[in-house]
């Protein structure tokens, strides 16, 4: 059962978090946390946040809608905060993230939420400093629900392949149809990256969340899921 009290409470230690390593670091914060999470930064939001309302929705579709899930595993993962909600609520994930500074914070919030909110946390939930879809042989099988919620980084047409690949091996796919991998504004593209999904043998997308205005500081978007059929 999904816990919003959890959520709740997840989501305020997260915020300190954010707003206690921006006094410390100023604009030196990786802006991506910078300008979509704190109130100071981003005029959509009344207070600072922890969770992004993408995150919320993933965690809640992911608890009640996916118990063949044995692990969930985060690419691009950030500071981690979709895979400390979702090990918060009993699902052993890994939070793989290439940035070294980002990985320290992924550890440090960890740490945090651990002491603050649930000790077993540090038994659930796993940052992996490394490059997707090099580890994917460590973490990727029929088990697991591959996540790519935000991803800004460019990859070469090699690499990409090698990601689709890795993706063949997992139960299921969360993706965001407008930020995989590069930039997808335009509706045909994100439909062509739907279908290449589905000729890998994946089921039709379900919409985890899908909005069409600015949402407290993201863009118009689609999470979708996708189930692999064999």
Same mark, same amino acid.
């Given at each position: 059962?999904?816990?919003?009290?959890?959520?709740? #409470?997840?989501? #305020?230690?997260?915020?300190?978090?954010?707003?206690?390593?921006?006094?410390?670091?100023?604009?030196?914060?990786?802006?991506?946390?910078?300008?979509?999470?704190?109130?100071?930064?981003?005029?959509?939001?009344?207070?600072?946040?922890?969770?992004?309302?993408?995150?919320?929705?993933?965690?809640?579709? +992911?608890?009640?809608?996916?118990?063949?899930?044995?692990?969930?595993?985060?690419?691009?993962?950030?500071?981690?905060?979709?895979?400390?909600? =979702?090990?918060?609520?009993?699902?052993?994930?890994?939070?793989?993230?290439?940035?070294?500074?980002?990985?320290?914070?992924?550890? #440090? =919030?960890?740490?945090?939420?651990?002491?603050?909110?649930?000790?077993?946390?540090?038994?659930?939930?796993?940052?992996?400093?490394?490059?997707?879809?090099?580890?994917?042989?460590?973490?990727?099988?029929?088990?697991?629900?591959?996540?790519?919620?935000?991803?800004?980084?460019?990859?070469?047409?090699?690499?990409?392949?090698?990601?689709?690949?890795?993706?063949?091996?997992?139960?299921?796919?969360?993706?965001? +149809?407008?930020?995989?991998?590069?930039?997808?504004?335009?509706?045909?593209?994100?439909?062509?990256?739907?279908?290449?999904?589905?000729?890998?043998?994946?089921?039709?997308? +379900?919409?985890?969340?899908?909005?069409?205005?600015?949402?407290?500081?993201?863009?118009?978007? #689609?999470? +979708?899921?996708?189930?692999?059929l064999r």
């Open positions: 059962m999904y816990d919003t009290d959890l959520e709740s #409470r997840a989501d #305020r230690e997260i915020a300190a978090f954010l707003e206690e390593e921006h006094a410390a670091k100023g604009n030196a914060l990786y802006p991506w946390y910078r300008l979509k999470f704190l109130a100071a930064k981003n005029r959509a939001l009344s207070a600072t946040m922890g969770l992004a309302p993408y995150d919320r929705a993933i965690a809640r579709f +992911v608890v009640e809608q996916c118990p063949f899930a044995m692990r969930f595993v985060e690419v691009g993962a950030g500071i981690g905060q979709e895979s400390m909600l =979702l090990a918060l609520h009993g699902l052993p994930t890994f939070g793989i993230e290439w940035l070294a500074d980002h990985v320290d914070m992924m550890q #440090r =919030l960890r740490r945090r939420l651990a002491d603050r909110v649930d000790r077993t946390l540090l038994e659930r939930m796993t940052p992996v400093h490394d490059w997707f879809p090099r580890c994917a042989d460590a973490y990727v099988d029929e088990g697991t629900l591959l996540a790519f919620p935000t991803i800004s980084t460019r990859i070469d047409d090699q690499l990409e392949r090698e990601i689709f690949q890795a993706m063949q091996r997992a139960a299921g796919v969360i993706l965001s +149809v407008r930020d995989f991998f590069r930039n997808r504004p335009d509706p045909a593209d994100q439909d062509a990256l739907v279908v290449r999904i589905r000729d890998l043998g994946f089921a039709a997308p +379900v919409i985890v969340r899908a909005w069409d205005e600015i949402d407290m500081g993201f863009p118009p978007d #689609r999470i +979708v899921f996708m189930r692999r």
